[in-house]
């Protein structure tokens, strides 16, 4: 066959996306024409398609070199420069387009999106306008326009476009995932999730499509939604542990899951991602009375709930009996990641080296104990720990369940988070408790002052529930509106930061609302606030007389805030971890009499301290000062018993080691 028909074969093939027959045919015209420029373009294409974007611009080059006045070839030439992420050339590359024919509106809008991955919003701004009076009903200009005005700090007039980008290419998956992406950041969470599920429809065979909606499922409150993706993600692409992980911790709320459940689903991730690997030795000194090398890894040294929680705890440690290291393992560096610094003797950057390299810079600082604060969170690196990084490895319990890793010694916890003989059958780890509880607050600065109790002046009692909306499922809405049918006009305020609460109609809302509803509360009883500044958090959560928690995931953070700003909290302490955390804090600050331990419990203590306004007023007057003075604020105190116990557990290595 003349090339020239091989050419219109391979073109023909081109044009129906069968990328191999036409790969084959032009590697059968450049075997005979290595010159031949349509044969190198096509080719281009095909790789470029193929995700081969550096292999891909390499031809390309080729075939613009051969002929250089081809505009359809150097603008294929700066698409797969973008690709290949040379964003810069990709911008030359359209910029060369363009003073060939100016008028060709394609290169002009990949000018402008190009101008956008360089910086250059301004001259983004300016083309992409330009190429819209050409192409007005483009939805790729749209979605570019939206993106420069995002990048600009310009949500109101991003939004616009990305609205318009959606009506011009209502199925694209480009355009769903930006405008996905863009609107769930903003503060749309129920458009954005509608996005993605149209995003995972649109490609149901992308792993990356299902966990994006799982992502904005879970930020809207959709726990089983969410969970629905992330099972969809895993299926098309097992080999993937953080879409594992996240399913776990997704798991943890699950009311239907049990503590043996969660260790046999955590031990499964062991399975799929971990192989065995033969023990290596360490060089560390087996001398048991010496200054300890402490190290903690964790992703979570920036700006969240755990600086109310960590930092007390390294303040206290006896620097001359502890060495503290800390191995950064997260992306987020802000304001609180300079604070972390402060608190270490050494500070190691590990975010960006893979797990050998991160077992290599443990094992080189000759670390003791090798502290876990993430768990399977988002920037989890549990892989290190399976690698023995440390001749002691223990969980911290920022994460609410066992890891599920045989390299993992030990967890710490307390007597009321995990009484003895009722939840050691969940871990793998051997448990640790700490006599006066493993957790430490400290109040933010500039907290304001403790209201005076809400019900006196409002003649009706306001109960608050402050969490995840994650976190409701029908036994919590069955307690929360027995609660209020027990206390006559009382009202019922849920605030979070999903900006969803502040907009009616929006499923975080409506799904709440519709649940009281069926259970006999009036919508009008319930009010709904969004996200707020931490001091006017702080000040609403004081609106409140008494707080609702949640089961069988409770509280912490909002546990602690809310006895800050006098607010007591009911809980239901349940038989596993992450159901026993608030009643942990509540008996340990004296408020045991709070706790429930059944949700017809749950129902009638609440209704029945709310109903007490005498000992509410007394309680709201003292409860500052009293949880002030109680174990969950000492933290000097804890520290010391948290020192012995890495003692024990050091001497115990040592033993080990020596014999």
């Known amino acids: 066959m003349e090339t020239t028909a091989v050419f219109e074969a391979a ?3 081109l044009e129906r996306g069968d990328w191999d027959a036409c790969r084959l045919l032009c590697e059968e015209i450049l075997r005979r024409e290595p010159a031949h420029a349509g044969a190198l373009h096509c080719l281009g294409l095909v790789l470029a398609k193929d995700g081969d974007a550096e292999r891909a611009a390499a031809i390309l080059e080729k075939a613009v070199a051969i002929r250089p006045d081809d505009l359809s070839g150097r603008h294929s030439l700066g698409v797969a420069y973008g690709l290949a992420g040379r964003w810069q050339e990709a911008a030359a590359t359209f910029r060369t387009c363009l003073a060939f024919d100016p008028t060709h509106v394609e290169s002009r809008s990949s000018h402008a999106s190009a101008l956008l991955e360089c910086g250059r919003l301004e001259e983004a701004l300016a083309e992409a306008r330009h190429a819209l009076r050409e192409a007005p009903e483009s939805a790729f200009l749209h979605r570019t326009m939206g993106r420069v005005f995002a990048a600009m700090g310009r949500p109101a007039e991003a939004a616009l476009y990305f609205r318009q980008c959606l009506l011009f290419g209502p199925d ?11 609107f769930g950041k903003s503060g749309e969470e129920s458009l954005s999730a509608e996005l993605f599920a149209r995003l995972s429809e649109r490609l149901p065979e992308s792993p990356g499509a299902w966990s994006r909606s799982a992502a904005a499922h879970m930020a809207m409150g ?11 993600a895993l299926a098309l692409d097992p080999g993937n542990p953080r879409v594992h992980s996240a399913l776990l911790y997704s798991s943890i709320m699950d009311p239907a899951q049990s503590g043996e459940g969660l260790l046999t689903a955590h031990r499964e991730w062991q399975t799929a991602f971990i192989s065995p690997a033969p023990a290596r030795p360490f060089a560390n000194s087996s001398e048991p009375e010496r200054r300890i090398r402490l190290g903690i890894l964790s992703g979570e040294f920036s700006s969240g709930s ?10 206290h440690h006896d620097r001359r009996n502890i060495e503290l290291f800390a191995y950064r393992a997260g992306a987020n560096e802000d304001s609180g990641t300079r604070r972390y610094k402060q608190l270490f003797h050494h500070w190691r950057d590990v975010s960006d080296l893979s797990d050998g390299e991160v077992d290599e810079t443990i094992r080189g600082d000759r670390i003791d104990i090798l502290l876990d604060v993430s768990g399977h969170l988002p920037q989890m690196r549990l892989s290190v720990f399976a690698r023995r990084a440390a001749p002691v490895q223990i969980a911290y319990p920022r994460y609410p369940c066992t890891t599920g890793l045989d390299a993992m010694d ?6 009321w988070a995990d009484p003895a003989g009722l939840t050691e059958s969940h871990y793998c780890e051997k448990l640790l408790r700490i006599p006066s509880g493993y957790l430490v607050y400290q109040p933010p600065d500039g907290a304001p ?3 005076a109790l809400p019900a006196r002046a409002n003649r009706y009692v306001t109960f608050g529930f402050f969490q995840t909306p994650l976190k409701l499922n029908h036994g919590v809405f069955d307690a929360l509106a027995t609660t209020m049918l027990q206390v006559p006009e009382s009202r019922m305020l849920f605030h979070y930061m999903i900006r969803d609460f502040d907009r009616p109609g929006r499923f975080a809302r409506q799904r709440i609302e519709s649940a009281m509803d069926e259970r006999g509360i009036d919508p009008a009883r319930l009010v709904f606030h969004g996200p707020l500044p ?4 702080l000040a609403l959560v004081g609106q409140t007389d008494v707080a609702l928690d949640a089961f069988p995931f409770s509280g ?5 805030e809310c006895l800050w700003m006098g607010v007591p909290v009911v809980t239901l302490a349940g038989a596993r971890f992450s159901a026993r955390v608030s009643a942990a804090i509540l008996s340990r600050a004296g408020l045991g009499d709070w706790v429930a331990t059944t949700e017809s419990e749950y129902a009638e203590i609440a209704s029945r301290q709310a109903l007490n306004l005498p000992a509410l007023l007394e309680l709201r007057r003292t409860l500052r000062t009293r949880f002030a003075a109680s174990p969950v604020l000492d933290g000097a105190r804890v520290v010391r018993e948290l020192e012995v116990v890495y003692r024990q557990v050091w001497r115990v290595w040592c033993g080990s080691a020596a014999g």
């Open 172 to 182: 694209n998956p480009n355009n769903l995932e930006s405008a996905g992406d863009f």
């Open 222 to 232: 959709a726990r089983e939604s969410a969970a629905g993706a992330l099972r969809k």
């Open 449 to 451: 002052s403790v209201a």
């Open 534 to 537: 931490l001091s006017d958090h």
């Open 410 to 415: 030990y967890r710490i916890t307390d007597q």
């Open 11 to 13: 073109q023909h093939h």
């Open 556 to 560: 912490q953070t909002n546990t602690c």
């Open 306 to 315: 755990i600086d109310f929680f960590l930092p007390p705890i390294l303040r």
